[in-house]
């Protein structure tokens, strides 16, 4: 988490600051938008960031989840749940400050400011990162949760790459997205972990 928190400071002074970083942030956003990924692929991946599509992802599988630890007997089965959605809710808590914070304008086309970091980006990791992380507890074998855990990735990166190739956002704003809610799955984490296997160990026994 302290990595994080330092690569997040790093590139938001830099881009508030106008440093070489943005300077080479600014360079990168067009060749990526030149790239050959046909808009449609671009358009798509870009959508699945949006609340439309991430949000019900995440409350589907936060309700499944939910269901399965409590009839399964799970100690304390809504806590791993209701964590994710208060991780969703911190999406807009922590992206509109900032972005009115920085106000950075956005790529070549698009109007105003306000785009750093990416509301996207920040949605899509929290949605399909906290969904993977509440999936893994239910899936047997280290195959099934690598593979998730890529899938999850991939996704992640896809969405991306479909902001700044579809001219939505800057790189650095996907960057800042990426590690911006990587610190609060993190938290995620870290309260599940805490407050909810550690009693269910205990309680274990008296549930057999």
Known sequence: MSLCALLFAIVTWQVIAEGPLRDADERLGPWITGSRLP???AEFLA???GVAVAAPVLAAVAAW???RGR???VFRWWLAPVTAVVAMAAVPALVIPLKVLVDRTGPAGMDGSGYYPSGHTATAMVAYGGAA???LPHLRGTYARRELVIACALLNFGVGLGLVRRGYHWPLDV???WLLFGMVLQ???IVIARYGRGSAEECGPAQE
Do not use: I, R
């Open 65 to 67: 989840t939910a269901w």
């Open 187 to 189: 938290v995620m984490v």
């Open 133 to 135: 992380l509440l999936l």
């Open 39 to 41: 808009d449609g692929a």
């Open 175 to 177: 960057v800042a997205g």
């Open 47 to 49: 959508d699945l960031g």
């Open 71 to 73: 009839l399964d007997g």
